[in-house]
T-cell receptor, first 111, second 112 residues
Framework: QKEVEQDPGPLSVPEGAIVSLNCTYS??????FMWYRQYSRKGPELLMY????GNKEDGRFTAQVDKSSKYISLFIRDSQPSDSATYLC???????????FGTGTRLKVLA | IAGITQAPTSQILAAGRRMTLRCTQD?????MYWYRQDLGLGLRLIHY???????GKGEVPDGYSVSRANTDDFPLTLASAVPSQTSVYFC???????????FGPGTRLTVL
């Protein structure tokens, strides 16, 4: 079993929809959580990071962490065609530089 | 400001050959990382360095070596390439105490 599971998609939604992207993890030692966006043939770029259970909002993006369920989510409001990309979750344990990434979910926002 | 540069952009390599992928950053970040990205497997950490002079093994280090002689450069060497090392390789860096990794544009490597 992988330490981090993420549905690969693709996920297709109409423009303006609310998108929910999710990752589950098996090791409760993970304490730090990130979401990256990766456009085709580009390197990933950080969207959000969060360290505690609960919600963190940044513009149209909300990151949610539920440590008791070992489940993290990224919500995108008012989705745009420019949001079409692969979204990767990442996490690490306290005191390490070893990041574990999910496999990524490919999102298509249709105009 | 260039950020992170990687070279070459792409390479086709015969099995058994030695290859060094180059990575340079101009942000004076202490931490640097090498990942490989494969379809269905996502990004996997090969090696990392939290400061010049030190390196550590990631999730998939076998067949790869790294060095960190200075802050800016973090080359990845495949001593004797094998077809299973066909992948897209990304270098990244981050400032000490942050989780914001900045990724390079990647190197597409094909080993035949």
């Amino acid at each position: 079993q992988k330490e981090v599971e993420q549905d690969p998609g693709p996920l297709s939604v109409p423009e303006g929809a609310i998108v929910s992207l999710n990752c589950t993890y098996s090791n409760s030692a993970f304490q730090y959580f990130m979401w990256y966006r990766q456009y085709s043939r580009k390197g990933p770029e950080l969207l959000m990071y969060t360290y505690s259970s609960g919600n963190k909002e940044d513009g149209r993006f909300t990151a949610q962490v539920d440590k008791s369920s070992k489940y993290i989510s990224l919500f995108i409001r008012d989705s745009q065609p420019s949001d079409s990309a692969t979204y990767l979750c990442a996490m690490r344990k306290e005191g390490t530089y070893k990041y574990i990434f999910g496999t990524g979910t490919r999102l298509k926002v249709l105009a | 400001i260039a950020g992170i540069t990687q070279a070459p952009t792409s390479q086709i390599l015969a099995a058994g050959r030695r290859m060094t992928l180059r990575c340079t950053q101009d942000m004076r970040h202490n931490a640097m990382y090498w990942y490989r990205q494969d379809l269905g497997l996502g990004l996997r950490l090969i090696h990392y360095s939290n400061t010049a002079g030190t390196t550590g093994k990631g999730e998939v280090p076998d067949g790869y070596s790294v060095s960190r002689a200075n802050t800016d450069d973090f080359p990845l060497t495949l001593a004797s390439a094998v077809p299973s090392q066909t992948s897209v390789y990304f270098c990244a860096s981050s400032a000490t105490g942050t989780d914001t990794q900045y990724f390079g544009p990647g190197t597409r490597l094909t080993v035949l």
